[in-house]
Antibody
Framework: QVQLVQSGAEVKKPGASVKVSCKAS????????MHWVRQAPGQGLEWMGW????????NYAQKFQGRVTMTRDTSISTAYMELSRLRSDDTAVYYC??????????????????WGQGTLVTVSS | ETTLTQSPAFMSATPGDKVNISCKAS??????MNWYQQKPGEAAIFIIQ???TLVPGIPPRFSGSGYGTDFTLTINNIESEDAAYYFC?????????FGQGTKLEIK
């Protein structure tokens, strides 16, 4: 079945970086956009950006530009999200989610299905 | 940016009840609205796509309605397993945005 499995919880100090992985299975990894979303404690969900696993192209939410980098390794069907210069308010559960199918004239806009199980990142001194 | 205002934030229901969860968009998003269910520690489950279409495998007691700016997720004949966090997602424009979520408790 189509599945996304994320890496385990992380604890980081302010100013450090964190890299979360998302391993895809059950479908053609390069055929669908991959999105990253986060949810801070007691807050709603926040979209961070997407990566096109086929081309490596990315689009980041304005809030995270300059601090987030999304990459992929097609040989192991894995997407990565790295967030740098961490602050305490980056403490959140981070999710990957498969987006729209990649087509020549298509758009990255689309629903998410499935989602990863989430990775808790705690930023604390 | 499209703001999604979801209500209520919390609700309590009894098995057999019917519940409605609302999501209002700050601008017209056609039918580009989706609904998800999430239980603690688990991946979110896709339940309604494009406002009204039930995702395959989801029980028919779930339904969605609406178009433009006003959308509703309805759960008929609620069961105890429906206790979860529900949220909406719009995919009409970037940045993609979410409702603040609804925690549904079953008494």
């Amino acid at each position: 079945q189509v599945q996304l499995v994320q890496s385990g919880a992380e604890v980081k100090k302010p100013g450090a970086s964190v890299k979360v992985s998302c391993k895809a299975s059950g479908y053609t990894f390069t055929g669908y956009y991959m999105h990253w979303v986060r949810q801070a404690p007691g807050q709603g969900l926040e979209w961070m950006g997407w990566i096109n696993p086929n081309s490596g192209g990315t689009n980041y939410a304005q809030k995270f530009q300059g601090r987030v980098t999304m990459t992929r390794d097609t040989s192991i069907s894995t997407a990565y999200m790295e967030l740098s210069r961490l602050r305490s308010d980056d403490t959140a559960v981070y999710y990957c989610a498969r987006g729209a199918r990649i087509t020549i004239f298509g758009t990255p806009l689309g629903w998410f299905d499935p989602w990863g199980q989430g990775t808790l990142v705690t930023v604390s001194s | 940016e499209t703001t999604l205002t979801q209500s209520p934030a919390f609700m309590s229901a009894t098995p057999g009840d019917k519940v409605n969860i609302s999501c209002k968009a700050s601008q017209d998003i056609d039918d580009d609205m989706n609904w998800y269910q999430q239980k603690p520690g688990e991946a979110a489950i896709f339940i309604i796509q494009e406002a009204t279409t039930l995702v395959p495998g989801i029980p028919p007691r779930f339904s969605g309605s609406g178009y433009g700016t006003d959308f509703t997720l309805t759960i008929n004949n609620i069961e105890s397993e429906d206790a979860a966090y529900y949220f909406c997602l719009q995919h009409d424009n970037f940045p993609l945005t979410f409702g603040q979520g609804t925690k549904l408790e079953i008494k």
